[in-house]
């Protein structure tokens, strides 16, 4: 498994929490400008309003304006082209989840549910880098091999605290001190993974713990995602429905 492989893993895990996934599951309403920063240092800009369970973003893709709802208490998702003044829907059946509907992370709630081939068993818990956290003992079938890791979720945050991996992969996060951004209280985080024969690679996260979630990301290379000009308070209710005008129209067919 490679370090990108690695990386995708611990991301289905749950453990990794991005800024543009994260802020789907804030208990605590707000909006922000999201700002994505490539290593050449080419920007791309974005919006995002979290009300109560429901979400809008606000982006421009190929020179085009977008504008993506997700209205989980309704069970439904738009799309809106506003140049156009079209969009397109989306209602999830009862028995389907909402896309981004991710949990709160928590050292309890089972990481391995859901992903295929993977399961876990709470082992206990244990102390890493001082911190309490609760060991969860992962199992792991492919191609006809069982293959058995570790993992270590902080009790506090529900973060993930280390991984250990059955080829010698391991990550750890640790936490290196408390900081403000932007007038806001967070938590500087480093996530240190590691392959043998590989260079470790790290990456800086900082955490709102009034937001639940990470609100800016420095990764390898110089790639930075993070929100900005951050405003808590109850969001209106038209800026998570369709306006008035707009046409409707069917989303693309895949090819058979």
Known sequence: MSMHSLLRLLVALGGLVSVTVAAQVSPVQFSADMVNRAPDGQLSTGRLFVGDERTRVEKTAQGRELVHIVDRQRRAEWMLFPAEQTYMERLAPPEAPMPQALPAPSAERNPCAGIPDLSCRRAGEESVAGRAAVKWEMTMRRDGQTLSGAQWLDVERGLPLKYAMPDGQRMELRLV?????????????????????????????????????????????????????????????ELFSVPAGYRRVEMPQPPR
């Open 177 to 237: 001190g408390n900081e403000r951004l932007e007038g806001r209280a967070v938590e500087k985080w480093e996530m240190t993974a590691s392959a043998p024969g590989q260079q470790a690679v790290s990456t800086f996260q900082w955490y709102d713990p009034e937001l639940k979630l990470l609100v800016r990301e420095e990764f390898p290379g110089g790639a930075v995602r993070e929100l900005t000009n951050i405003r808590v308070g109850a969001q209106p209710d």
